[in-house]
């Protein structure tokens, strides 16, 4: 059974900083992509950032290049991201997912119970 438990989401002020986790348990796949996506109230959910199992490759939404970084740590099957100059716009309910490597991005079959991110003004 696969499992993913997001943490470090919480309330914080504009132009602070958050690193969320994504722990990852039971991946099918020996070759993935771990993603972060958002929902923001009243929006569609969106994609972040994306990583590789190896580290090889990243991605990110243009909006969130130079704030955010993706990381991995393999031996603990953990996805991080960390997040700086938050702004209001920021603040959403924030998802883990994984795909397989060989899959598209609108391929993600597994997601995370979600953890939440205010940004305050």
Request: aromatic share 14%; net charge neutral.
């Amino acid at each position: 059974q696969v499992q993913l438990v997001e943490s470090g989401g919480g309330l914080v002020q504009a132009g602070d900083s958050l690193r969320l986790s994504c722990a990852a348990a039971g991946l099918p796949f020996s070759s993935y992509i771990m993603g972060w996506f958002r929902q923001a109230p009243g929006k569609e959910r969106e994609f972040v950032a994306e990583i590789a199992w190896n580290g090889g490759y990243t991605d990110y939404a243009d909006s969130e290049k130079g704030r955010f970084t993706i990381s991995i740590d393999n031996a603990k099957n953990t996805v991080y991201l960390q997040m700086n100059s938050l702004k209001p716009d920021d603040t959403a309910i924030y998802y883990c997912a994984v795909r397989s490597a060989y899959s598209r991005r609108s391929g993600y079959k597994y997601w995370g119970q979600g953890t939440q991110v205010t940004v305050s003004s």
